[in-house]
Structure formats: structure tokens, C-alpha cells
């Protein structure tokens, strides 16, 4: 791994960023909205690896992460700077730098800002009408199937890499304004490169209410494919959060919650995430009403495909994503 603090251009490019507003505290750090305080720093940002300013750089996000955190920092700026990151349903890198101010070092990581937030955060507020769930679940299972190497990119992948995305939840979802998702936040990848051996220490990583039951009994093998299983779990828990929220059978929805909030609450316990999804074997509630919409009673079995018990009977995020794109063209509202 190359310490991309000790890298050229645009790792150190000292763009002039402004943090404007602080708009989530995470695992490492914290995430602002940021705005370029000069035209030329926009300059900077045009590099090969960076052929186009996106939109004008009017705004961007800057993830700081402090000092202790730099290997986390480290980690996320290696997946993001693989050739195979460029596509449309996947947050956009922009620069990544070490900030020494007075007494203070901080590493930054520079991506693209998206208004809505995650899309945690647009389901707080926000109700989502049928079209607009094919939409989210359409892009966001297109971003993790090329991710995963399901399908050819459209910026040149590199051959044959799978990234294993190791802690999805709808956090890590963002949406853009048209509504269409990327996926954010690297700091666990795993990439698989064909040939290569892989050393993985610490198999029970992620966000535990978001763990498949193999994580939680620490039980899992070190394959690609129980990696992007594991994933592929975390995605049918984030179809059903959009599910609760859409209109199509009651205009109100139902109050957004987190998975499994409503059974252990807003801190579980590994202990209580144990107990509940692999003892109990107990998943999110399914609301009887949405048996009466031809769309969401398809994508019940969908979503129970992929939160399977048994890992290998999952559904892969390509699949998914073509039922979803089937679902969204044969079911209007
Ligand atoms: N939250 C986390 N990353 C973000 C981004 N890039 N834009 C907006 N909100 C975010």
C-alpha cells in the first residue's frame, strides 16, 4: 500500500477548501460541506486521473479524519483511487490531502457533496412514492453489482478486481438529486484481485445491526464470495427501510426506522444481534399491506432472498438489480 500522504498531485494539491457546515459525525471523523474559496484550485483538480470538475465544484464534501486515524484514512484513499471507482452509482473521489495546521495534523478526503445526504437521512424526512423506490433500489444495486464485478464499467475497469464493500447500510447510500444512489464510505473495503492472496485479520468488522448472522457468530470464510454475501445481506435490510417508507400502499407510509430498531432499539448489544438473527432467526417485519401492490410483494421475495439464513442461497446484487429493472418497467405505481 502507498502512503497516499506522500503521493503527487492531487494528493497534494493544498486545494483552498472552506469547511462551511459539519453535517455528520462517523466512525472516523467528521463530514462537512465544503466550497472551493478560489477558481484556481479548481485548476488543480483537473488531472488525468480527474479529467472533469464536477459540476463546476460548486460544493464538495470533505471527510476529516484525525491523526489516529490515519490508517483509516489510508485504507479508504486506496479503494477510491483503483481505476475500477469510476461510475455513476458510486461517490465520486476528488483529491485526497494531509492538512498540517498549527500543533495539528488531519488527513482529508475529498469527494463529491450531494444535497439529499444518505439516504438514512432522506428516509427520516422523507416519504418515497413507488418509481422513486425502483429508482433508489435500481441505482444503488447497480453501484454494488459493479462494485462486486457483476457487470463491465463503463470508465475501464480493471479486469477481474472485486470490492467487497464490508459495512453497506443505508448510511452509505447517498442520493443524488435526481434520486439516483452512490455508494460512500470505503473505510472497510476489501479488493480482490485475481492471483493475489489476501491477509484478513478482523472477519467481524461493519456496523453490527447491519451484520449477516455468519459475521455475528464469527463463522464466515475468507472467500470473495462470502464477502460480497455478506454485503448482499446489509442490501436486502436497506430495500426493506425504503420499502417502510414508500406510499404505494398508504400515502403516510410508516415513521422510518432502522433495521431491527423496532425489536433491540437504537444501540443493540452484540449479544442482542446475536440472540435475534441467528439464534431467533427473526428479520424486519414485513407489513401485510404491501401484499396488495403487485411491485412490492415481488420485491418482498426479493428482499427475503437476500437476507437468507443460509448465505449461498442469497441473491447476487446484479440479479436484484435486473428484477428491480424488471419491476420498475411492468409496474407503473
Ligand atoms: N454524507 C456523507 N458523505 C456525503 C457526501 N459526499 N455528500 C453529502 N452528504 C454526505
Given at each position: ?8 498531485t ?41 479529467p ?11 471527510k ?7 490508517q483509516?484514512?489510508m485504507?479508504e ?5 483503483l ?6 452509482n ?21 469527494t463529491?457533496f450531494?444535497e439529499?445526504?444518505s439516504?438514512?437521512?432522506y ?6 412514492t413507488w418509481a ?25 475497469s ?18 443524488k ?9 470505503f ?17 467481524q ?9 455468519e459475521?455475528?457468530e464469527?463463522?464466515?470464510?475468507f472467500?470473495?464470495?462470502?464477502f ?13 427501510e ?27 448489544t452484540?449479544?442482542?444481534?446475536q440472540?435475534l ?27 427475503e ?6 448465505a ?15 419491476l420498475?418497467?411492468?409496474?407503473n405505481?
Amino acid at each position: 500500500t502507498v502512503d497516499p500522504s506522500l503521493a503527487p498531485t492531487p494528493s497534494q494539491s493544498s486545494l483552498n477548501l472552506q469547511l462551511l457546515e459539519l453535517r455528520a459525525r462517523g466512525r472516523y471523523g467528521s463530514l462537512w460541506k465544503a466550497q472551493l474559496s478560489d477558481q484556481d484550485s479548481c485548476k488543480d483538480l483537473i488531472t488525468s486521473e480527474n479529467p472533469v470538475i464536477p459540476s463546476a465544484l460548486k460544493h464538495v464534501a470533505v471527510k476529516v479524519f484525525p491523526l489516529q486515524d490515519k490508517q483509516s484514512w489510508m485504507a479508504e484513499v486506496d479503494i477510491y483511487r483503483l481505476s475500477h471507482m469510476k461510475h455513476d452509482n458510486i461517490l465520486r473521489f476528488i483529491a485526497s490531502e494531509r492538512k498540517e495546521e498549527t500543533h495539528v495534523t488531519e488527513f482529508w478526503l475529498i469527494t463529491e457533496f450531494h444535497e439529499n445526504g444518505s439516504l438514512s437521512d432522506y428516509l427520516k424526512s422523507h416519504t418515497i412514492t413507488w418509481a422513486e423506490l425502483c429508482k433508489i433500489g435500481e441505482s444503488m444495486t447497480c453501484g454494488l453489482a459493479y462494485l462486486h464485478n457483476e457487470i463491465p464499467g463503463t470508465y475501464g475497469s480493471m479486469a477481474n478486481l472485486a470490492i467487497a464493500h464490508r459495512d453497506f447500510k443505508s448510511k452509505n447510500v447517498l442520493l443524488k438529486h435526481d434520486l439516483t444512489a452512490c455508494i460512500a464510505d470505503f473505510g472497510l473495503a476489501l479488493k480482490f484481485e485475481p492471483g493475489k492472496m489476501f491477509n484478513e485479520t478482523h472477519p467481524q468488522v461493519g456496523t453490527r445491526r447491519y451484520m449477516a448472522p455468519e459475521v455475528l457468530e464469527g463463522a464466515i470464510c475468507f472467500s470473495l464470495d462470502s464477502f460480497l454475501r455478506i454485503d448482499m445481506y446489509a442490501c436486502g435490510l436497506v430495500l426493506w427501510e425504503m420499502m417502510t417508507r414508500c406510499t404505494a400502499v398508504n400515502e403516510y407510509a410508516e415513521i422510518y426506522r432502522l433495521p431491527f430498531e423496532a425489536e433491540v432499539g437504537l444501540q443493540p448489544t452484540l449479544e442482542e444481534m446475536q440472540t435475534l438473527v441467528v439464534t431467533q432467526k427473526v428479520r424486519p417485519a414485513i407489513n401485510p399491506a404491501w401484499h396488495q401492490h403487485q411491485g412490492l410483494c415481488s420485491l418482498i421475495s426479493t428482499v427475503e432472498e437476500c437476507w437468507d439464513q443460509d448465505a449461498e442461497a442469497r441473491l447476487s446484487a446484479g440479479c436484484v438489480n435486473e428484477r428491480i429493472r424488471q419491476l420498475a418497467c411492468t409496474v407503473n405505481s
